[in-house]
């Protein structure tokens, strides 16, 4: 949504953003977004007879709040037209962990929650340095949190993006694939997968329901097409990005009700970055070079979702 990003004119400085080579300088000088004070007119105050504009986002912050699903300081934020622009916000969510291992790997006997927590580090590392978003995870080390957890995490920060990595087990299967949201699996090894990854909240000992999506459905569905529209682009995106570096498991976008995707307001896909059951991926995944280059393609995959 560009359109955040709209200043009134002649009201604001962005300083010299053009001449400005490297991106991190552009975040800095883009974050220090302040009035234009001008020596004549001086700092100019609020006009409180301004009409405050909903943009789409923040109409859907109010639906849901009205829903009775939307965390408070969401509803603050759409009241309140935008003045500052800061860079979107992408919630990068490395699966399990803590007493969740995951899957673990036939071969060598990775532990999943090791695997997605590296590559997530290593993906919010490069994200960082590309300079084009901001970046937050639901995790940095070894602690278990629940599915319903990791979702509320991504929606009270209102991130653009939730991109949760993972690297299960599919018997007989290689290869990297993309998971959006769906009631009803794909197919069978999708719905296998969904089925094992609801399961960790039981494996952490914890018990706390995904976001209702029964409520969601019957009052926000205009804010759930958009959503859906939006996951679907991220992860067409992130297929074409990921088909450059890795091997990918055929039919690679598939569909399942993965509870972690279940924010009604957020974007959000799963990336399998490849599967702990097969020796090849695994032998893959646990070195730095292999996590590096598939941290580089769903960079590249934000990034052209984040552009357009
Ligand atoms: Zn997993």
């Not at 000088?29 to 105050?45: H, I």
């Not at 080390?141 to 299960?168: C, N, P």
Request: charged letters at 30%; a positive charge.
């Amino acid at each position: 949504m560009r359109r955040r990003r709209r200043v009134p004119p002649g009201r604001y400085t962005i300083g010299s953003v053009a001449r400005r080579r490297n991106r991190s300088d552009w975040r800095t000088t883009y974050g220090s977004l302040a009035p234009y004070d001008s020596p004549r007119r001086g700092t100019p105050k609020p006009d409180k007879r301004a009409p405050v504009t909903l943009h789409r986002r923040q109409f859907a912050a109010l639906i849901l709040a009205i829903a009775g699903i939307a965390p408070e300081e969401a509803l603050a934020q759409g009241r309140r037209p935008a003045r500052r622009a800061p860079l979107p916000l992408v919630v990068l969510d490395a699966g399990h962990g803590g007493r969740d291992p995951g899957t673990i790997g036939t071969a060598r006997r990775t532990r999943e929650k090791i695997i997605t927590l590296a590559a997530t580090l290593e993906l919010k590392r490069q994200l960082e340095r590309g300079g084009r978003c901001r970046v937050a995870v639901t995790r940095s080390r070894d602690v278990f949190v629940s599915l319903g957890r990791r979702v509320d995490f991504a929606r009270q920060r209102q991130a653009k993006l939730f991109v949760s990595l993972h690297a299960d087990s599919a018997p007989g299967a290689r290869g990297a694939s993309v998971y959006t949201l769906n009631d009803r699996a794909s197919d069978a090894l999708s719905a296998n997968l969904a089925r094992r990854e609801n399961d960790a909240d039981r494996a952490g000992g914890l018990n706390i329901p995904p976001v209702s999506l029964e409520v969601a459905r019957i009052l926000i569905s205009l804010v759930q097409a958009e959503t859906r529209a939006g996951s679907d682009r991220m992860a067409r995106l992130t297929v074409d990005s990921l088909g450059d570096a890795v091997p990918l498991l055929p039919n690679t976008h598939r569909q399942a009700g993965f509870a972690v995707l279940k924010a009604p307001d957020i974007p959000s896909v799963l990336v399998e970055m490849g599967f702990l059951s097969d020796a090849r991926d695994e032998a893959a995944l646990r070195r730095p070079d292999h996590r590096a280059k598939v941290a580089q393609a769903l960079a590249r995959g934000i990034h052209a979702f984040l552009a357009a």
